[in-house]
């Protein structure tokens, strides 16, 4: 299947949900990763829009 931009977003909450039903220790530890680089992904996307939105926001 090619590649697509919204992949990574759709498949990471999904792997996580899987992850979350998994009773192993290695899966909490999993699950507990894959929370953290979402977290930090969000953070960063935010960042960089807020940055995106005061570099050419038209001042009146």
Do not use: C, H
Request: net charge positive; glycine share 4%; aromatic share 12%.
């Amino acid at each position: 299947a090619p590649s697509r931009l919204t992949d990574p977003a759709t498949v990471l909450p999904v792997q996580i949900f899987l992850w979350s039903d998994q009773v192993d220790r290695g899966f909490v530890e999993k699950t507990s990763a894959a929370i953290i680089v979402l977290l930090v992904f969000l953070l960063a996307m935010n960042g960089l829009a807020i940055y995106l939105r005061n570099r050419f926001e038209t001042r009146w």
